[in-house]
């Protein structure tokens, strides 16, 4: 059984952690997505600047974006 999301970090090899993780997330205008991207970074990083220490960071993180509906896309 594969439990990988299409989220999850594909490749490990090429991750070293921990890691300063820059990230560009856009969305609609008309939402407050300075709120809603603050709420999602703050669940997986304790910092607003995004270091993390392991994978698991990541792709949980990058689960929680892609599962918000007013987030278009995540850089």
């Not at 999850?8 to 809603?36: C, S, T, V």
Request: with cysteine; net charge negative; glycine share 2%.
């Amino acid at each position: 059984m594969n439990d990988r999301r299409s989220t999850d970090i594909q490749n490990e090899a090429l991750w070293e952690f921990p890691m300063h993780y820059p990230l560009k997330i856009m969305g609609e205008a008309q939402h407050p997505m300075r709120e809603i991207v603050a709420n999602i970074l703050l669940r997986h990083v304790p910092e607003f600047e995004i270091y993390v220490e392991r994978k698991e960071q990541i792709n949980a993180l990058y689960a929680d974006l892609a599962a918000c509906a007013q987030i278009r896309m995540v850089l």
